[in-house]
């Protein structure tokens, strides 16, 4: 059987490689994506595995390579991504990597020192020219200011300042001060003003003054200015504010203290020399030194980019080789160790039909190792569950998630993405039916077909464009289906199209229009007899009245043929489950009566339909006219509960063909019959062969193994089913029964989404058009121009917002509901795991997003 | 009032179950199990990974030392808290912010000593606890006596009312700055103690005291704040029980020590007063045995090799203590604990990587289990 239609045969098999091919084999197997190996050894610990020291290994190159990598971020330095994937690296090339990677981060690290240490350099340069520069100005500007202020009270304190403002003529000073010196402060000390001048961050200075101000309890004289631009913190590279400070105060304790609160605050201070002379050549010499400074800094910023550049070239490609490297070493510690030490035994699951190509891949492994020993792949029997794999393309792989999502099949079960590529777009289309919107939505998915390789390429952490993108061809064929839909209700952002002319004629002369506000088109003179070629007719577009009520009427019975349609075919496909399995049991007493349950009430109902449709018309005669045509709702209604149906109006019948009474009291009765066997006919016949069995083995003796053997070979690998309790079975499929008849009844009424979303949308899309476009289409003049151009932008904003965006959701989800509940619960059951093959892509992939993501 | 459970939530909600689910994080038995097998730092680097930690470690490069692992245990903590503190509200900012004033004081005093003994204050710092830091700590070196600290150094900071009762000490030797610390820590306690009584207003406190004697402690305000408080009066105790047996054999005076007994445990007047006259280590023996939970852990402890000492009895109570504080809800006790459970969970972490780096395995299991 095609593989598309089932999950494929998986066998567990045993492989035994050579110590030293094992690298290499494994490696191959990686490349080739297509096994997933056990855990032999789940009860040892990370650390006591075989193979620790290597992974231990690759984890130390990641991280060298990560460092490399943050400092090839910092520099802004392109990454060259070429997309190729080298092969696994030999065990013995890598000590050349870590050699390699050693020297570069080596090499880094020593440029990244000395640029620090060159950075630390400037920066002190730096600050010190910001402190001569500002420190010039509080001693210019003291004099004046403090003068105008302080008054006469304070005529001390300005001629210190003015002994600080020209510190040659200190001595006379202090000299002119001695005796207003001695009388102010205790005698015999010296009334020399200290200063220290500094740089502090700009955040923490007002701390560092109220603690100034605190500790020396008011006595220092702190000025500070800002340094505008900004400077860069050597250590990390940070951009900081700092600020100069300058603080004065008197005598050598203070001196001291002044100077531990600047420690504490990580202040940095500077020698400032006193005279304006020295100051200024002081600021020539710093001018010169950062000058030079800033050459070396440039060769040391060259020769750290000549490094990376380098580096940046190889790094991705460095990366996928470790990641590679690390992954075989993962793989090789689930092994086992054989007892000689020579080879490893490793279990797998492979798809049965890859075996030729795994084979072929190990024999590769083998040559390229240089080994004498092929390896061996040997088949086991096993009564484990296997796990499920669909082999997808681009185009499937999105339905597939679709139905994953759900639950992943159990093994060998149908598969029902297959079907869902067509009932998917389609059931979203009955409710998306405009061709307007679908073409939007079509251009949009083709659009992303197209562009899907350099789409694909540029990887973002996008989650809903990485959704969108993923279902693009989900998008594309929904898209279509409902331009597909969309004509056949004629609705084009809710006008209709009258591509062949309306085949209804009007009768009414031009005043009985003009006159009327609503006028009714006779079938039988206006109408031309035959249909409309495709789809509805364009002149219900301008029924104001009925055009609803004939909507409604037509989109709910096309809802529920196509629902009952859908769900006959779920049960069918239980048919080839119950087939497949060899469950006669359940295909007898199951899928039958769930089958003729399904046909003889809700498909009759689908038949009268059908039988309505082309019975009655209007211009037949009486029996079967318009006016004689039944309610089919009522007639089921009445033939579910025995009612005797309401004595019809006046030459009219109450059935529409003959025999209907009996046939429905007929097919109500063996509905009802199938209930019982459904509930009752497979515990039963389960209990019965469970006496047999009890019976036999006191004749036969017959062994666990046999009986396992026996009930498992039928099925190809198939389960060992633990015995369920009878109790159990019988609780079990009274709930199956109930939840299928019920569920019958409700799952059809369920299908009736259909047409109220499909409603909601036609309504949504008119809504828009009469609110909203049409206001702008009757302006008249140039004026109406620049309105209709600001109400379509309106429009076509709310048009694709809305209706496409939001509806399309809404749809879509609807959908998704119609597929998961109504559809597969009538076959799937979704209880296996899915194929985790080793594969380096998918372990690449990962790796490079849970990098993206820290 | 009695609110507090479906008012809790709105403002505290989001961080409660943050905090549950950090602290499912937290190692538990099978995981020391596995970490005691490790033979190198690399194994338990390896180890680690596995668990919450992740790749905490990932980015040191490879000659792993025990200090390193202690670092990044510690800032992956502090972190963790940060965060918790930087999206709480009153009142649980202001809880949080007292858990963070027992660490100052550790920091304060640990820098007093430093520069007692001439180091230099740029070697200490990194040794301070990071929860613990505030601006003005590294100017601490500043002030020569308790009185200089508190004016120019403390003032600033939440600690201030708690020193009020240390200024009078003339200056910083060795034996006034643990008497500092302790004076701190009683203020420090006794505060905390208030702040969780009067969290739920004034009546908390009756309806505590009435509930805890009906029995019936399961409802209203009751069990939000009988679980800090519990917690509390037994670091109250731990603290007098401490100060006593480590008095034996210092000049500290019996008044002197009575005063640094924290008055909010519930050894509290009784057994502080018995406390205060002990002699040796018996008498406190005899005092604990008054208190039943205090009695246990003096029976199993003692200095002998192979008995575990009384330090490791209270830190083993205190995780238990810890512990049950998980199991009610709508309480900011869950915080406090989490916080302690992860210290404990880093001292277990480093004893283990001590012992794995110094090839010293006979005393590993020496670690205290939290689950």
């Given at each position: 059987m095609g593989s598309l239609f089932r999950s494929e045969e998986m066998a567990l098999c045993q492989l035994f490689l050579q110590s030293e091919a094992a690298y290499a084999c494994v490696s191959e197997l990686g490349e080739l994506g297509l096994v997933q190996f056990r855990d032999l050894n789940p009860d040892v610990n990370a650390f006591q595995r075989k193979f620790v020291n290597e992974v231990r290994r690759c984890d130390e190159m990641e991280r060298k390579l990560r460092y490399l990598e943050k400092e090839i971020k910092k520099d802004g330095i392109p990454m060259l991504d070429t997309g190729e994937s080298p092969e696994a690296p030999q065990p013995r090339e890598m000590i050349d990597l870590e050699a390699t990677f050693e020297k570069l981060e080596n090499e880094l690290r020593e440029v990244n020192q000395n640029a620090e240490a060159l950075k630390r350099n400037f920066l002190e340069l730096t600050e010190l020219k910001h402190i001569l520069r500002k420190t010039q100005v509080f001693f210019d500007e003291s004099v004046p200011t403090v003068y105008k202020s302080s008054g006469t009270h304070s005529s001390n304190k300005y001629r210190r300042y003015l002994q600080m403002a020209d510190n040659q003529n200190e001595d006379e000073q202090a000299q002119l001060l001695g005796e207003e010196a001695v009388r102010a402060s205790q005698p015999g000390q010296n009334l020399k003003l200290g200063f220290v001048a500094g740089v502090i961050l700009r955040e923490r200075l007002p701390a560092f003054e109220r603690m100034l101000w605190r500790a020396c309890r008011g006595n220092v004289f702190l000025r500070q200015a800002m340094i505008e631009t900004p400077l860069e913190d050597p250590t990390n590279g940070d951009q900081v504010h700092k600020s100069v400070f300058i603080i004065f105060f008197q005598g050598d304790q203070l001196k001291t203290r002044v100077k531990k609160i600047c420690e504490g605050f990580r202040a940095t201070l500077y020698p400032c020399p006193e005279a304006p002379a020295d100051r200024r050549e002081m600021a020539m010499g710093v001018m010169t030194r950062i000058e030079d400074l800033n050459t070396v800094l440039g060769q040391t910023q060259d020769h750290r980019h000549r490094v990376l550049v380098a580096a940046a070239k190889n790094l991705k490609n460095w990366f996928v080789k470790v990641r590679k490297i690390k992954a075989i070493y993962h793989t090789l510690n689930l092994f086992n160790l054989d007892v000689t030490q020579k080879c490893l035994i490793a279990e797998c699951w492979v798809p049965l039909l890859d075996i030729e190509t795994i084979q072929l891949a190990l024999r590769r492994g083998t040559e390229r190792s240089g080994s004498s020993v092929p390896p061996i792949l040997n088949r086991m029997q096993t009564f484990e569950n296997p796990p499920t794999y669909n082999r997808t393309n681009k185009f499937t792989k999105a339905f597939q998630a679709l139905i994953d999502a759900y639950g992943v099949a159990s093994?060998?079960?149908?598969?029902p993405a297959p079907y869902t590529i067509i009932t998917f777009p389609f059931l979203f289309a009955v409710m998306f039916g405009d061709l307007g919107h679908g073409a939007i939505m079509a251009l949009f998915g083709l659009w992303m077909i197209r562009k899907e390789k350099g789409l694909a390429a540029q990887k973002t952490d996008n989650e809903i464009w990485n959704i969108f993108f993923g279902g693009r061809y989900i998008i594309f064929l929904m898209g279509a289906f409902s331009m597909y839909t969309g004509l056949i209700y004629n609705d084009i952002f809710s006008k209709s199209l009258n591509i062949f002319g309306s085949h209804w004629h009007m009768s009414y002369n031009k005043s009985t229009v003009a006159d009327n506000k609503y006028l009714q088109l006779n079938p039988n003179g206006d109408y031309e007899g035959a249909p409309y070629p495709f789809g509805m007719d364009p002149i219900w577009q301008v029924a104001g009245a009925n055009k609803i009520i004939f909507h409604n009427a037509y989109k709910m019975k096309i809802s529920i043929i196509f629902g009952v349609i859908h769900m006959i075919f779920g049960v069918v496909m239980s048919w080839h489950n119950h087939t497949y399995f060899r469950n006669r049991i359940s295909m007898l007493y199951e899928f039958i009566p769930q089958l003729i349950f399904l046909l003889l009430l809700f498909f009759y109902m689908v038949l009268l339909m059908f039988i309505k449709w082309i019975k009655f018309a209007a211009t037949n005669a009486k029996p079967y006219s318009e006016a004689c045509a039944p309610s089919i709702l009522i007639t089921f209604i009445d033939m579910v509960l025995f009612n005797t149906p309401k004595e019809p109006v006046k030459d009219c019948q109450t059935y529409m063909f003959f025999g209907q009474h009996f046939i429905q009291v007929l097919f109500v009765l063996v509905a009802v019959g199938c209930i019982p066997v459904m509930l009752l006919a497979k515990p039963l016949l389960i209990m019965q062969a469970r006496k047999q069995a009890n019976i036999q083995p006191i004749a036969g003796a017959t062994s666990d193994a046999e009986t396992g053997a026996i009930t498992n070979g039928g099925v190809g690998g198939g389960q060992h089913e633990e015995e369920e309790e009878l109790s159990e079975i019988f609780i079990h499929q009274s709930i199956h029964t109930i939840e299928y008849v019920l569920g019958s009844v409700s799952h059809t009424a369920s299908y009736l989404r259909l047409w109220a979303l499909s409603l909601a949308h036609a309504q949504l899309a008119e809504v828009l058009w009469t609110m909203v476009l049409s206001i702008g289409l009757k302006q008249e003049g140039w004026f109406g121009g620049i309105i209709l151009t600001c109400v379509f932008a309106f429009w076509a904003i709310l048009t694709v917002g809305i209706l496409v965006l939001m509806e399309g959701l809404s749809a879509f989800l609807h959908t998704l509901r119609l597929h998961w509940v109504e559809f597969q619960s009538k076959f799937y059951k979704g209880q296996g795991y899915a194929f985790q093959p080793f594969s380096f892509d998918a372990i690449i992939e990962n790796g490079a997003a849970a990098a993206e993501a820290e | 009032m009695n609110s507090s459970g479906f008012m809790f939530?709105?403002?505290?909600g989001y961080l409660e179950g943050l905090c549950r689910g950090f602290k499912c994080g937290i190692l538990k038995q099978a995981d020391y199990l596995n970490l005691v097998q490790c033979e190198t730092l690399e194994d338990l680097k390896l180890h680690l990974q596995?668990?919450?930690?992740?790749?905490?470690?990932?980015?040191e490069p490879s000659p792993l030392s025990v200090s390193v692992i202690d670092d990044k245990l510690r800032e992956k903590l502090v972190i963790e808290f940060q965060h918790m503190r930087n999206h709480a509200v009153e009142p649980l900012s202001n809880f949080l912010d007292f858990i963070t004033y027992g660490y100052m004081i550790d920091n304060i005093i640990l820098l007093i000593t430093g520069t007692l003994h001439q180091r230099p204050i740029s070697e200490l710092i990194p040794k301070c606890h990071p929860l613990g830091s505030f601006e003005q700590m590294e100017a601490i070196h500043v002030a020569s006596t308790p009185a200089e600290l508190y004016n120019a150094v403390l003032v600033d900071t939440p600690l201030a009312p708690f020193f009020v009762d240390c200024i009078s000490e003339q200056d910083l030797d060795e034996m006034n700055i643990e008497i500092i610390r302790n004076t701190l820590y009683k203020a420090y306690l006794e505060a905390f103690h208030n702040f969780c009584k009067n969290m739920g207003g004034a009546t908390a406190d009756v309806m505590c005291e009435i509930l805890a004697v009906s029995g019936c402690s399961s409802s209203c305000i009751g069990i939000s704040l009988n679980f800090p408080l519990s917690r509390l009066q037994f670091e109250a105790d731990r603290r007098a029980i401490i100060i006593t047996i480590n008095s034996f054999g210092t000049e500290l005076s019996k008044d002197d020590r009575a005063k640094l007994y924290p008055n909010c445990g519930k050894m509290y007047p009784d057994g502080l007063a018995a406390l205060a006259r002990a002699d040796d280590y018996e008498q406190v023996k005899t005092v604990a045995e008054y208190y039943a939970e205090y009695a246990a852990l003096f029976d199993?402890?003692?200095?002998?090799?192979?008995d575990k000492t009384l330090e490791d009895k209270f830190f083993e109570h205190e995780v238990k203590l810890n512990v049950y504080a998980f199991l009610q809800q709508f309480h900011f006790g869950v915080f406090y604990a989490y916080l302690k459970l992860k210290e404990q969970e880093c001292r277990n972490i480093v004893w283990i990587a001590e012992c794995v780096a110094q090839k010293h395995?006979?005393?590993?299991?020496n670690y205290i289990p939290i689950f």
């Open positions: 093994y060998r079960e149908m598969n | 939530n709105v403002d505290n596995g668990t919450d930690y992740g790749s905490f470690l990932a980015n199993g402890s003692g200095n002998n090799p192979g395995r006979a005393k590993i299991d």
